[in-house]
């Protein structure tokens, strides 16, 4: 008795959880294009991850919310047409796999594990591309990041208990 | 430095109230203050990399705990606490306090950078060579994807794993019920 109670209490305060259908038209004009300016970011932070602040980790992580803005605002159907599960999947393994293999080929060319064998071949340092190894290695891990972020969202919007879940 | 210590408290203002608060929706906004709070802090020490990593974390970590939890998993911690247990843990977080006291005067001064002032210090090779020999600007990146490379590779070996399971134990497609014969 007790505990149904404390249910009932809380059912009151929970919060208003957005259907599968989405939010409102307001939120879904202002999200269609604030996603656009999430990832540009992000590109941005991994681009420049090896000449300012940023990185591979951080701009994965901003990729993937901007799917997760999409998501919220659009619904969980609406995203997974955007960026399929499979190809979420995929592009998860291939980031890890690039960074592999990016780090081994430092022992032929290189001369040691993940050597930057690379560094000055495409331009000057402190250029964009002048840093050999790294851009490419921060592109593997963001896409290594980001889709594997977007991947455990979307599992944990599908999966529920019984049949009182609101997000089917 | 004011400002560094008033964030310092207001942070675990904000975490005592997240671990002692009966409402899940404040618990969760109150760690959300810790993190900001924490990103903050980052910033003010100067390290924006570690800043922009926290505050974006935070922002997925928050949206995670909103929707995916609060929504269909109403926990409550109903029972009262027994006596014993009280004194137990009193006794455990006193020796823990004392044990944290005692290491706290063997370190460094608060801003002092100790490991640098040896003259064959490896920080002084990341700073005179992390240009020429990794090719990266920023200093940080020369350090996490060049000298300590491994570091990054095994944190990258630790996510793939860790989200292969995720994704296999969360899935949808392919599970049976308990009772139901192998297919």
Do not use: V
């Given at each position: 008795m007790k505990k149904e109670k404390q249910n009932s209490d809380t059912q009151q305060t929970s919060l208003p959880v957005p259907s599968?259908?989405?939010?409102?038209i307001v939120v879904k004009t202002v999200s269609s294009w604030l996603k656009v300016l999430i990832f540009l970011f992000g590109i941005y932070i991994i681009l420049s991850g090896d000449l300012g602040p940023g990185g591979g980790f951080a701009g994965g992580v901003i990729l993937a919310l901007s799917y997760v803005l999409l998501m919220l605002a659009f619904g969980r159907e609406f995203a997974e047409k955007n960026l399929p599960r499979t190809l979420a999947a995929r592009l998860y393994y291939c980031g890890a796999l690039t960074f592999a293999i990016i780090a081994i080929l430092?022992?032929?060319?290189?001369?040691?594990?993940?050597?930057?064998?690379?560094?000055?071949k495409f331009g000057?340092?402190?250029?964009?591309?002048?840093?050999g190894t790294l851009p490419l290695s921060n592109i593997a891990i963001a896409f290594n990041v980001g889709a594997s972020l977007y991947l455990v969202i979307l599992s944990l919007s599908v999966c529920c208990k019984g049949k009182e879940c609101k997000f089917e | 430095m004011i400002i560094f210590y008033i964030l310092i408290v207001f942070v675990i203002i904000a975490a005592l109230i997240a671990v002692e608060t009966k409402n899940l929706l404040s618990a969760v906004i109150c760690v959300g203050a810790i993190g900001f709070g924490g990103s903050l802090l980052f910033l003010l020490l100067r390290a924006p990399d570690i800043a922009i990593t926290q505050i974006v974390v935070e922002v997925l970590g928050l949206i995670i705990l909103i929707r995916a939890t609060i929504a269909r998993d109403m926990t409550f911690i109903s029972d009262d606490i027994e006596f014993f247990k009280v004194i137990f843990t009193m006794v455990i977080i006193m020796i823990i306090g004392i044990a944290g006291i005692m290491v706290f005067e063997t370190l460094p001064d608060f801003?002092?950078?100790?490991?640098?002032?040896?003259?064959?210090?490896a920080s002084h090779t990341y700073i005179s060579d992390g240009l020429k020999e990794t090719?990266?600007?920023n200093i940080v990146a020369s350090v996490i994807l060049?000298?300590?490379?491994y570091d990054t590779l095994g944190e990258a070996t630790v996510l793939f794993t860790a989200i292969t399971g995720a994704t296999v134990i969360l899935r949808r497609k392919g599970k049976k019920k308990l009772n139901e014969p192998d297919s």
């Open positions: 599968s259908q989405g939010m409102t430092g022992i032929p060319f290189g001369g040691a594990f993940l050597s930057n064998f690379l560094i000055g000057e340092p402190l250029t964009i591309l002048g840093g | 801003g002092i950078p100790a490991f640098t002032q040896a003259d064959d210090a090719g990266a600007g060049g000298f300590r490379g």
